[in-house]
Structures are given as structure tokens and as C-alpha cells.
């Protein structure tokens, strides 16, 4: 008769699984972040607890994860998120979908023209943390078509003197800009 013992509460056995939390984590703006936890089991799915854990992502431009486990999302994107022990790697998916928040129109070159002359406006989406939403859709619109027009790409045209609102809209939020018309 054999017999064996073991001083881990997990029972005999080395490393069978490693189970991180979340098992998901969703971002929808830049620059968010979360903590990933990884815990050790045996085959019998009993935790090992205190077991150094290495941290890695398949995809660092989406999501970055340091020796803690905390995860900064850099870009939009999916990627996973592993945790290694004792050469056991258990995984999370990160799925990183920026959220429009915001919608900013910037007024680089003034905000005056010149009857028959044109400004551009530029106009960015931000998500939650401010950084811009690339690939975001707007509408421009000017409420006074007899002060100024404006194009989809942002090219307002003086058309008589006067003032008009010019109105962005992205993901139903917008941003208005008023523009002066001069003879």
C-alpha cells in the first residue's frame, strides 16, 4: 500500500487551469482601464493560491496589460488578455469599441470669411476619456443658408454678411459654431 500526502489545500497535482477575471471586458473609450485577476486550479478544479502570475496581451495596440494585471485600452479593437502559471495559460477577450461622446468643432483657421470666400471647420468625435473616435459619420448643417454654406467636409462658404450657426452632429451629439460673414 502506498500512500501520499500534500500540504497544497488543492490537493495533489500541478497546475490544470487558470481562470481569469473578467473572462470579458468590454471598453468603450480609450484609456479605460481594469484589473485581471488570475487564479491557479488543479485538475479537480481546486484553487492554488499564491502562484506568481506573468501577464501578457496578444495584441498590445488594442489593449496593454502590466506585471499587476491592470489593462489600459489604446485602441480600438479585440484582443486577449493571458495569464501564465507554472506554463498554464488562462485567457480573457478584451473588445475595445469606442463610444462617441461628444462632438467638437474646431475653429483652426477663425471663424470669419468673406462673402464668396471659404473656411474649413474642422470637427472631431471624442469618446468618454476625449480622445477622438476615428471613422466617425457627421452631419453639418448651417441654420442661416442665406449667411452660409457649409459642405459635408467641413467648408464653410460666405454667402452674404451676417452671422450663421453652424451645427455638427455625430451619434446624436453635436457641437454648433457660430460663423461671421463680412461684406
Known sequence: MTSTTCDSPAGP???????????????TALGDTVRFTALAQSGLRRPIPDLPVTWSSDAAGVVFVGDDGIAVAHESGVAQVRATIDGVIGTATVSVVQIIESVEILTYFGNTVAAGDSIWLYVDARDRNAFSVPGATFTL??????????TLTGWVKGVSPGEAS???MAAGKADTALVQVHP
Open 13 to 27: 497535482g500541478d497546475v490544470a487551469f487558470v481562470h481569469v477575471t473578467p473572462g470579458t471586458w468590454n471598453p
Open 141 to 150: 448643417q448651417s441654420l442661416n443658408t442665406g449667411v452660409a454654406n457649409i
Open 166 to 168: 453652424i451645427v455638427a
